[in-house]
């Protein structure tokens, strides 16, 4: 489901991305703040399942709280916790089914599944399909190293999602330009391209300014003078070859004039992050003074044009043989839709490119969860002592992913759970291994051969982070706060001054802490 933010500053964001979300939360309480930790980093290393991890987390820690009020020692519950995590992982790897990436097309329908089941949960999930290719083909795109920075998302409003198009290349929006901008030429093929960060126009004196001479002729030389650094300044880009020109600052009037009297195009004010991509692509590189303009800083592309889409323009480079980029054009209406629909391209860009890298997948829809679940039970009937229970706890944990899916499909989850547990402890446990929820009919079904996959690293990396947090809040024995400093601030929140051991003192207030720094809310 999604959730709707609205911050201090009247800002209204709809997103159902864990990652969001957390960004926008205002948290205060030091245990939540690891899991807006923990989000934040599932989001930098895979994109995907940010809402996983902290649901996650949060299922475990309530499955454990019991052994800590029941005076289970911290350290024994973190190594019952660890011990199950990595039984779990370890379970992943042996089940998870691999790609030859040798075989163009298989790897291709794994990327094309993996980017449906990542956008299936989003806003755009009517057009999964649609924008699923356009992601594979944007990553397909990119040289071996899988550069994350030379594939842009812009947005321009308007149109239908439909209308959103791939460029390959870079693309981006026309800047702020002088008079004699329409008089320039606008498609070059195989153009030479100069980049820069030189500011070329007159600039005003200063206020404070102050010339002095001694005779009224010697002013005009002064003024002259000026005019020649600029005149030069052009000449010698010209004298480059160079048929575009852009640069971060600005570009004036007079120089805009004077290349489109010579047939060039320029562009000034461009963002620095377009100047970089451009950059990387065609192999130009920003020149901070116009002096020594070698031939080894001129950068090129096939095709160079000018487009109209919808109510912007926006400059195409296209052909780069420096570097293969590409650019990703989004249409929409609302401004809140074309933000979520960039949030949902960016995780499915993240999804594509881990399983391009490392082409091992699981069936998503709860399956897997559920399959870890009952080895993780029939692991720990092996385990003596307390593990045991731990073990099991951390199994039990798992499920609230299937049950959340169910719940927020308007199932009955209790149900869709028993189904799924029977199901996955049939023997040979193969026949069950792929069974997860079926949103669309109210039932379970084998979401292997419905294609809904995800990367086997996502569910990795979403264990491991949740389990090192848990772990992390376990281990903290006592949380010192100064009350004082809270009432001068007009704290109102919980006061957390020597509470009880581990995550029953930091989530409850309650325990059997250490009780010699005393504050409010201490015993």
């Known amino acids: 489901m999604d959730k709707l933010v609205y911050d201090d500053k009247g800002k209204v964001t709809v997103s159902n991305d864990g990652a969001t979300i957390m960004k926008l939360l205002d948290v205060v309480h030091p245990a939540a703040k690891y899991l807006v930790d923990i989000a934040r980093s599932q989001d930098a290393e895979v994109g995907d399942g940010t809402t996983s991890v902290v649901v996650l987390a949060g299922e475990m820690m309530r499955e454990l709280r019991q052994f800590v009020e029941d005076g289970v020692h911290p350290q024994v519950i973190i190594r019952g916790v660890r011990t199950a995590i990595n039984v779990a992982v370890a379970r992943i790897n042996e089940i998870a089914r691999r790609v030859d990436k040798s075989d163009k097309a298989a790897t291709r329908d794994l990327l094309t599944w993996c980017s449906c089941t990542a956008m299936q949960s989003k806003l755009i999930a009517q057009q999964r399909e649609f924008f699923s290719q356009m992601v594979v083909d944007a990553v397909l795109s990119l040289d071996e190293d899988l550069n994350i920075d030379l594939i842009g998302i812009k947005k321009v409003p308007g149109g239908s999602l439909q209308d959103s198009i791939l460029v390959e290349g870079c693309a981006f929006k026309k800047s702020f330009s002088y008079a004699g901008f329409e008089q320039q030429p606008k498609r070059f093929e195989n153009p030479k391209i100069l980049l820069l960060n030189v500011e070329l126009e007159l600039k005003a004196e200063k206020e404070n300014a102050e010339v002095r001479i001694n005779n ?57 992050d377009d100047l970089d991509r451009v950059n990387k692509a065609t192999g130009a590189q920003v020149q901070t003074s116009v002096n020594k303009l070698i031939p080894e800083i001129i950068g090129t592309c096939a095709l160079f044009e000018e487009r109209q889409v919808g109510a912007e323009r926006y400059n195409f480079f296209t052909g780069c043989q420096a570097a293969k980029s590409a650019t990703i054009i989004l249409r929409g209406g609302a401004e809140q839709f074309i933000e979520e629909t960039d949030r949902s391209i960016h995780d499915a860009i993240m999804i594509v490119r881990r399983a391009l890298k490392y082409p091992s997948i699981v069936a998503g829809g709860g399956a ?109 024995d006592e949380t010192i706060t100064n009350p004082q400093a809270q009432r001068e601030a007009g704290d109102t929140g919980p006061q957390l001054s020597t509470r009880g051991r581990g995550m029953a003192g930091m989530m409850a207030g309650r325990g059997r802490g250490v009780r010699t720094l005393r504050g409010r809310g201490g015993r």
């Open 216 to 272: 009224p002729s010697e002013y005009q030389s002064i003024v002259d003078a000026e005019w020649a650094i600029i005149y030069e300044k052009l000449e010698r880009i010209v004298q480059t070859g160079a048929k575009i020109v852009l640069s971060r600052l600005p570009i004036g009037d007079l120089a805009t004039q004077y290349f489109a009297d010579r047939d060039i195009f320029c562009a000034g004010r461009v963002p620095v």
């Open 368 to 476: 897997i969860e559920v399959e870890l679940c009952r080895h993780l039970h029939a692991y720990a009937h092996t385990v003596k002592g307390k593990q045991q229970l731990i073990i099991n706890a951390v199994g039990k944990a798992l499920e609230v992913i299937p049950r959340q899916l169910a719940d927020n499909a308007g199932f009955d989850s209790t149900d869709i759970l028993n189904k799924l547990r029977f199901k996955h402890a049939q023997q040979p446990v193969a026949n069950g291994l792929w069974w997860g929820v079926d949103i669309n009919n109210g039932d379970i079904h084998d979401c292997m051969s419905a294609y809904i996959w995800e990367p086997s690293l996502v569910k990795i990396n979403a264990l491991s982070s949740a389990a090192e947090a848990v772990c992390t809040i376990l281990s903290v």
